[in-house]
């Protein structure tokens, strides 16, 4: 199935770093998610960005979409230990199909 | 705000047997549901998506199907499992924002 590349596919941080990950596609889409998932869960809505150019934050969490809608980009700054887990970006299509592809993944991973 | 219904949590079925996973809504109505599967350490692959009773979009071939026989429940099926159906099966709702179910963890043996 159509699936967004995302990167980095994993990375690494010390307590306190800022994050930043994107999510690329050749399509077009009309709106962009961000989820979070813990292992064994369902993913949780973090941010939802419906126009071109959107700037959105979730408390610590900023994400954008891309003025050309074929990417995202989501940071996190001053991470903290229960970051950890894998975020997916999501985007629904503006074809009127009501679909939405998610991107690979990026697991982050926060050393105290 | 919605709560999406998932279960059983984990599942452990024989190949062959059949399967019938359970997903239901509240907090909304007529909302998009989408069935998604998710292989260890990898990313959602959408498998179903409905936008009304009865109307079911499937995105990929293979052994499953789905059923919407309510506005707010949908289910996903097989005859005959097979050892590749084994994973991580997700129920999504939503119209602007898809919101998810807790999961069931699949493994066919």
């Known amino acids: 199935g159509q699936q967004l590349n995302q990167s980095p596919q994993s990375m690494f941080i010390q307590e306190g770093e800022d994050v930043s990950m994107n999510c690329t596609s050749s399509?077009?889409?009309?709106?962009w998610l961000w989820y979070k998932q813990d292992p064994g869960e369902g993913p949780v809505l973090l941010i939802a960005?419906?126009?071109?150019?959107e700037l959105t934050s979730n408390g610590r969490l900023t994400a954008q979409f891309g003025i050309t809608r074929k990417d995202s980009f989501l940071n996190i700054s001053a991470s903290i230990p229960s970051d950890v887990g894998i975020y997916f970006c999501?985007?629904?299509?503006?074809?009127?199909?009501?679909?939405?592809?998610f991107g690979t993944g990026t697991r982050l991973k926060v050393l105290a | 705000s919605q709560t999406i219904h998932q279960w059983p949590a984990t599942l452990v079925q024989p190949v062959g047997s059949p399967l019938s996973l359970e997903c239901t809504v509240e907090?909304?109505?007529?909302?998009?549901l989408y069935w998604y599967r998710q292989a260890a350490g990898r990313g959602l692959q959408l498998l179903f998506y409905?936008?009304?009773?009865?109307?079911i979009s499937s995105e990929v071939p293979q052994n499953l199907s789905a059923s919407r026989p309510q506005d707010r429940q949908f289910i996903l099926s097989s005859k005959k499992l097979l050892l590749s159906d084994s994973g991580f099966y997700l129920c999504?709702?939503?119209?602007?924002?898809?919101?998810f179910g807790q999961g069931t963890r699949l493994t066919v043996v």
């Open positions: 999504a709702s939503g119209h602007l924002e898809a919101f």
């Open positions: 399509s077009i889409f009309n709106t």
């Open positions: 960005l419906y126009k071109a150019g």
């Open positions: 999501a985007g629904r299509t503006a074809s009127g199909t009501y679909k939405y592809i």
């Open positions: 907090g909304t109505s007529n909302p998009n």
């Open positions: 409905s936008v009304g009773i009865g109307q």
